[in-house]
T-cell receptor
Framework: QKEVEQDPGPLSVPEGAIVSLNCTYS??????FMWYRQYSRKGPELLMY????GNKEDGRFTAQVDKSSKYISLFIRDSQPSDSATYLC???????????FGAGTRLAVHP | DTGVSQDPRHKITKRGQNVTFRCDPI?????LYWYRQTLGQGPEFLTY????????KSRLLSDRFSAERPKGSFSTLEIQRTEQGDSAMYLC?????????????FGSGTQLSVL
């Protein structure tokens, strides 16, 4: 079992839709969670960083962590075609020196 | 541009050849990471440096792979006797070590194709 699991998609939504992207993790030691956005042929770009259970909001993006069920989510409101990318969830393993990634979910927002 | 810089962006090589990639991290960052990403997968950890010391290597990093970070600045990743299975995007990231608040910043990667 991979430590961080993600549905690879692809997920296709119309412009303006609310998007929900999800990850599960297996390691109870994970406490810090990140969402990265990766455009085609580019490196991952840090989007959101969360620690505790609950919600964290940044503009159109909301990250949610539920440690009791080991479930993390990213919500995108009013999705735009420019949001079309692969979204990777990640967490630290082993003393904050190794970021473990999920496989990524490919999102396409069509006009 | 003060981000992480990687060179070359693309490399095509024949099986059995040696290749070397370079990474220039963000200048004040003391940690430097190498990851590998194949199509449809997330980045996989290969190795990381704190300053010039290589502190951890993944089991994915066979004897044909070597990484260096002389003087704690730029880093190189060399693959000897390349194999077709080495074809992937090689990503470099840098960070300022600060425990749980550490944030990794990635370069655009080097896409390696082994023919």
């Amino acid at each position: 079992q991979k430590e961080v699991e993600q549905d690879p998609g692809p997920l296709s939504v119309p412009e303006g839709a609310i998007v929900s992207l999800n990850c599960t993790y297996s390691n109870s030691a994970f406490q810090y969670f990140m969402w990265y956005r990766q455009y085609s042929r580019k490196g991952p770009e840090l989007l959101m960083y969360t620690y505790s259970s609950g919600n964290k909001e940044d503009g159109r993006f909301t990250a949610q962590v539920d440690k009791s069920s080991k479930y993390i989510s990213l919500f995108i409101r009013d999705s735009q075609p420019s949001d079309s990318a692969t979204y990777l969830c990640a967490s630290f393993s082993g003393g904050y020196n190794k970021l473990i990634f999920g496989a990524g979910t490919r999102l396409a927002v069509h006009p | 541009d003060t981000g992480v810089s990687q060179d070359p962006r693309h490399k095509i090589t024949k099986r059995g050849q040696n290749v070397t990639f370079r990474c220039d991290p963000i200048s004040e960052h003391n940690r430097l990471y190498w990851y590998r990403q194949t199509l449809g997968q997330g980045p996989e950890f290969l190795t990381y440096f704190q300053n010039e010391a290589q502190l951890e290597k993944s089991r994915l990093l066979s004897d044909r792979f070597s990484a260096e970070r002389p003087k704690g600045s730029f880093s190189t990743l060399e693959i000897q006797r390349t194999e077709q299975g080495d074809s992937a995007m090689y990503l470099c990231a840098s960070s300022l070590s600060q425990g749980p608040n550490e944030k990794l910043f990635f370069g655009s990667g080097t896409q390696l194709s082994v023919l």
